[in-house]
Antibody
Framework: EVQLQQSGPEVGRPGSSVKISCKASGYTFTDYVMNWVKQSPGQGLEWIGWIDPEYGSTDYAEKFKKKATLTADTSSSTAYIQLSSLTSEDTATYFC????????????????WGQGVMVTVSS | DIQMTQSPASLSASLGETVTIECLASEDIYDILAWYQQKPGKSPQLLIYDASSLHTGVPSRFSGSGSGTQYSLKINSLQPEDFASYYCQNGLSAPLTFGSGTKLEIK
């Protein structure tokens, strides 16, 4: 059974960084691209970017290029997102989501999702 | 970037009714479109991919259609568990974009 288990809620001070994890199980981690999606309170879904765990290659939405850093540890089948220079606009739930087909080309659908991590930016 | 315009933003319906949600892409996405369902406090769940293919385990009362820039999600015979938010998603090219969502509420 495919599972994506994310780390717990985070509270970060303005200007600081937080790092969230997403541990994958039930499939070969390096076979599927991992995506990250942001959902601000009461709002819709925003794609942040993806990482190919096999090669470490990444792609980001323009607005997150200076905000998010995606990494992956193949030895533990865990993907990470680090959010830097936190502001109140970063307060949101962050989901990891597996690309539903192998490879980095289209189509990009998300067939399995983590449970989400709430990040709260507060002084 | 491909913009996804979803309508309506909210919808009120009764059990047993049929509802349709629309999604308009700013350019042709060649049927590479997905629909997700999200319940409060939960992660989104894939319902439909490739515009009309039902994801594993999704009830057959859900169906997707459309082509080019216009797509729709139809839910037949609404069940209590269907009252949730729904999102369309461009799966063709980055940046991957979602519609703004439709909140389906019970009348």
């Amino acid at each position: 059974e495919v599972q994506l288990q994310q780390s717990g809620p985070e509270v970060g001070r303005p200007g600081s960084s937080v790092k969230i994890s997403c541990k994958a199980s039930g499939y070969t981690f390096t076979d599927y691209v991992m995506n990250w999606v942001k959902q601000s309170p009461g709002q819709g879904l925003e794609w942040i970017g993806w990482i190919d765990p096999e090669y470490g290659s990444t792609d980001y939405a323009e607005k997150f290029k200076k905000k998010a850093t995606l990494t992956a540890d193949t030895s533990s089948s865990t993907a990470y997102i680090q959010l830097s220079s936190l502001t109140s606009e970063d307060t949101a739930t962050y989901f990891c989501a597996r690309k539903g087909t192998m490879g980095i080309t289209e189509p990009y659908y998300f067939d399995y999702w983590g449970q989400g991590v709430m990040v709260t930016v507060s002084s | 970037d491909i913009q996804m315009t979803q309508s309506p933003a909210s919808l009120s319906a009764s059990l047993g009714e049929t509802v349709t949600i629309e999604c308009l892409a700013s350019e042709d996405i060649y049927d590479i479109l997905a629909w997700y369902q999200q319940k409060p406090g939960k992660s989104p769940q894939l319902l439909i991919y490739d515009a009309s293919s039902l994801h594993t385990g999704v009830p057959s009362r859900f169906s997707g259609s459309g082509s080019g820039t216009q797509y729709s999600l139809k839910i037949n015979s609404l069940q209590p568990e269907d009252f949730a938010s729904y999102y369309c998603q461009n799966g063709l090219s980055a940046p991957l974009t979602f519609g703004s969502g439709t909140k389906l509420e019970i009348k």
